[in-house]
């Protein structure tokens, strides 16, 4: 009887006014404590996969540093962890391929990475050796021309590259005989600096000034009458880029 008692009690306090409006409260609470967590959950998810940042781990943060240090901007231990270090790197790279330098690897930086989007860089599957190459030749061939004319030359390469023309790696068109002059005279000891390390990179995310061409050519420093006869695309500083 006792049970009983208590339990009707509790069951007229439930039904009255003031019962309902505090099971209301209760419930109400519970509910948005819920939705609360499950929002936070969703938000750290979406962040891990849209993003890496400070405090991010994983298989990306890996790539990312293995880029950054084969690239010169990265010097610390390739484990996985965003840390201070790969901020500061990645900041270091965006700035120097001019965007917004906030240490975030999103996903314009990773295109710049070439770890990213459908670009060439990873289309293609060119590595850091490549890029490095690229860059090289760009320092090499094109110091002095403005940017455009630096990321035209490696467009060039690249455009070779898809020829059927021409071997079919970087590397290949880059050594073949007597391709490029300046590979096998003084200019081949300069080291790609910022500008063509971003020109090269432009080249293979796409960008390619040169309009389609697969040889370029400074008229006041060539003999050459053979080029000299190839249809000319554009002309972009000294260069006249051609069929």
């Given at each position: ?101 906030d ?14 989007g ?79 390390r ?12 040169s ?12 003999s ?20």
């Amino acid at each position: 009887m006792t049970k009983k008692l208590k339990l009707t009690k509790f069951q007229n306090f439930v039904r009255s006014k003031t019962g309902k409006a505090i099971c209301i409260v209760l419930c109400a609470t519970v509910l948005t404590g819920i939705i609360s967590i499950v929002g936070i959950d969703n938000n750290v998810t979406e962040s891990q996969e849209v993003l890496s940042r400070l405090g991010s781990r994983g298989d990306e943060v890996r790539r990312i540093q293995t880029k950054l240090k084969s690239l010169g901007y990265f010097n610390g231990t390739i484990d996985g962890i965003y840390g201070v270090k790969t901020q500061s790197a990645v900041k270091r790279f965006q700035k120097s391929v001019g965007i917004t330098a906030d240490g975030v690897a999103g996903n314009k930086t990773l295109l710049y990475l070439g770890l990213g989007g459908s670009t060439a860089a990873s289309a293609g599957g060119y590595s850091s050796n490549d890029v490095y190459l690229l860059a090289k030749v760009i320092a090499a061939e094109a110091r002095g021309e403005s940017y455009t004319g630096q990321v035209a030359v490696g467009a060039v390469v690249l455009n070779r590259v898809d020829s059927s023309s021409f071997p079919d790696t970087i590397a290949g068109v880059v050594y073949q005989k007597g391709a490029f002059s300046a590979v096998t005279d003084s200019n081949w000891s300069v080291s790609p600096d910022s500008t063509s390390r971003k020109a090269a990179q432009d080249a293979i995310n796409g960008w390619d000034p040169s309009g389609g061409a697969l040889y370029y050519y400074n008229p006041a420093k060539t003999s050459n009458r053979w080029i000299r006869t190839r249809p000319v695309i554009t002309t972009i500083g000294s260069h006249l880029f051609c069929k």
